[in-house]
């Protein structure tokens, strides 16, 4: 025999695969497609579950800037503010005076907080 003759022997006899190794390969890869399935559903979880996270996180503090936006609003003094700067508002016995700038004919700009 010449030595190609037995590489390709030796191939066949690698290539050759018993009863058992298939049932095994074939056990293989039922259980990686089972798998498959239940390890897509965790990711998509764990990402869903991130996103709730999240979106949480965002809403707890919008809740916290409403909160301090109620305490205000519950404050006298800042109700008086807002009153007269925003919408020019006299106490009884008041005068109230609106400066116009020279050359203006635009009308009374409110402050950027009102």
Sequence with gaps: MTTATVRSEVRRSRLQLSPRAA???VVVT???IYLV?????YIAQRDRL???ERQTQILQEHKERLQRQVQLLQDPAYLERVARECLG???KGEIG???VPEGSAQ???PPADC
């Design 23 to 25: 049932i095994l390969a």
């Design 89 to 91: 508002m006299v106490k």
């Design 97 to 99: 005076f609106i400066v």
């Design 37 to 41: 399935v239940p390890l897509r559903t």
């Design 30 to 32: 039922a259980l990686l």
């Design 50 to 52: 991130n996103q709730l």
């Design 107 to 109: 009308s009374r700009i």
